[in-house]
């Protein structure tokens, strides 16, 4: 564990949705190295327990929201998966948020009744040499 959160930095904070996300293969926490301009794969999917809400999947590329995509409703453990082209013209590091807007009550603490589905990646960066 300590090896994945420090060398890799394969991260997923999460109370509720478990988010897969890889760039051209590449896991979370890597650095993928291009060769010019191009476009590189976002592979994308969203895990999540029958009462856990998800829907909506958000795409952070340098800070800036590039893509949001809404989910539908399910009952099952698969709530959301696709591969996304997107064209890189300089160094880009990219999160994903998964998010949901019920509340996670009973399940959660009669504290945090207001509690909602949220889950964010650690980086995956991508340099143009």
Do not use: C, H
């Not at 327990?49 to 929201?65: C, K, M, P, Q, S």
């Not at 160094?91 to 009973?106: C, H, L, N, Y």
Request: hydrophobic residues 45%; without cysteine.
């Amino acid at each position: 564990l300590v090896n994945a959160l420090n060398r890799e930095k394969r991260v997923v904070v999460t109370n509720g949705p478990f988010i897969d996300f890889t760039i051209d293969g590449a896991p979370i926490g890597s650095t993928v190295t291009r060769r010019g301009p191009g476009p590189v794969s976002l592979t994308i999917s969203v895990r999540a327990a029958a009462w856990v809400d998800v829907d909506r999947i958000e795409l952070i590329a340098n800070g800036i929201r590039v893509s949001e995509r809404p989910v539908p409703p399910a009952q099952s453990p698969r709530r959301f998966a696709a591969t996304i082209p997107y064209a890189i013209t300089r160094d880009t590091w990219f999160v994903v948020i998964a998010s949901g807007s019920r509340s996670m009550a009973p399940v959660v603490s009669s504290r945090s009744r207001d509690a909602t589905p949220f889950a964010f990646t650690n980086p995956i960066w991508v340099n143009v040499r």
